[in-house]
C-alpha cells in the first residue's frame, strides 16, 4: 500500500517556503532541480559544506531554492565568485549554475579561464538556445539560422559548442544530456562533483516561451520531442559526418581524466613559500632549541 503521505525526498534539500518554482510551465529547469536533488540524496551531500552560486537568468534562480548557503552575483561572474570561495575555503562543495549567455557571453572569460586552472568546481550549464529571462535574444549558442528578438530574420552567427570549448580550456571533467535524460544526468552530475577539478556538465533544455514560440514550434511538448529526437550519442557521432550530424545534439561524456587542481597547487605554494609559515616554523625551532 501506497503511502500518500510521504514527503518528496527532494523537499529535504529545498526551501518549502519559496515553492512553488517561478520557471514557466514546461520549463527544463525544474528536470535540472530534480536530477540534482537525486544526486545529492545518492551521495549525501552535506548541504552544510556546500554553496550554490548562479549569476543573472532564468537558471541561475536555482541556487535560492535549495536549503544551503548560495550566491546570487552578477551577470556572467558567477565563476569568478566561485573560484574566490574555493580557494578561500578547499573543503567547501561549490556547485555553479548558470546558462548559455551568463556562462559563455559575458561570462566566457571567466569560463575558460576556469576550466585552464582547472579549479575543483561543478558547473551545471542549463543551454536553451537564448537569453530566456530578457525576453529571447539570441545567445552563442543558438543555432545558425534560429530566430530570436535581436535576430528576427535568423541567427548569422556560428553558435559555441559548449563542451568543444571547455575541453579545449582544459576541463576534467566534460558531459552533456538534455533534459530527455534526466537519468543520465544524474550520473553525470555525480560524476562532475567526484572529480578533483573542473567539471561542465551542459544540459540542452526547453525554452517554449521564448525560443520555442519565436522558431514556429506550436507546443512545449513539440520542442521536448525535438530535443530528444535530435539527441545523438558520441559514440554513434564518431562515425557520421558532419552532413548528417547537422541538427543533431551529441549526448554523452566528452572528458573524464585526472589532473593537477588549482587550489591543491596554491596551497602547496603557501605551505612551502609563504614567509609567515617560515618565521613560525623558525619561531617554533628556537623555542624547541633547533637553531
Sequence with gaps: ???????????????????????????????????????????????????????????????????????????GRALAFATGLKTFNPNLNIITFTGDGDCSAIGGNHLIHACRRNIDITVICINNNTYGMTGGQYSPTT???????????????????????????????????????????ARAIEKGMKTKGFAF?????????????????????????????????INKAKNMTNEELEGKVIIGEFVNKEQPEYTEQIYKIIKNECVLDKEEENEENKKEGKQ
Design 1 to 75: 500500500m501506497t503511502d500518500t503521505n510521504k514527503e518528496h525526498f527532494a523537499l529535504k534539500y529545498l526551501r518549502k517556503d519559496r515553492l512553488p518554482l517561478m520557471f514557466c510551465s514546461g520549463c527544463g529547469i525544474g528536470t535540472v532541480i530534480n536530477s540534482a536533488c537525486k544526486t545529492f540524496d545518492k551521495i549525501e551531500l552535506n548541504m552544510k559544506d556546500t554553496v550554490l552560486v548562479s549569476g543573472i537568468g532564468c537558471s541561475s534562480r536555482i541556487p535560492g531554492y535549495f536549503e544551503c548557503d548560495s550566491i546570487h552575483t552578477t551577470h
Design 201 to 233: 556538465i551542459e544540459v540542452v533544455a526547453q525554452c517554449h516561451t521564448n525560443y520555442g514560440r519565436i522558431n514556429g514550434i506550436k507546443t512545449n511538448v513539440e520542442l521536448v520531442e525535438l530535443i530528444k529526437n535530435s539527441a545523438i550519442s
Design 143 to 185: 543555432p545558425t539560422g534560429k530566430k530570436g528578438t535581436t535576430a528576427p530574420y535568423g541567427n548569422p552567427e556560428r553558435p559555441f559548442d559548449l563542451c568543444n570549448l571547455v575541453e579545449a580550456a582544459g576541463a576534467s571533467y566534460v558531459a552533456r544530456w538534455t533534459t530527455t535524460h534526466p537519468i543520465q544526468l
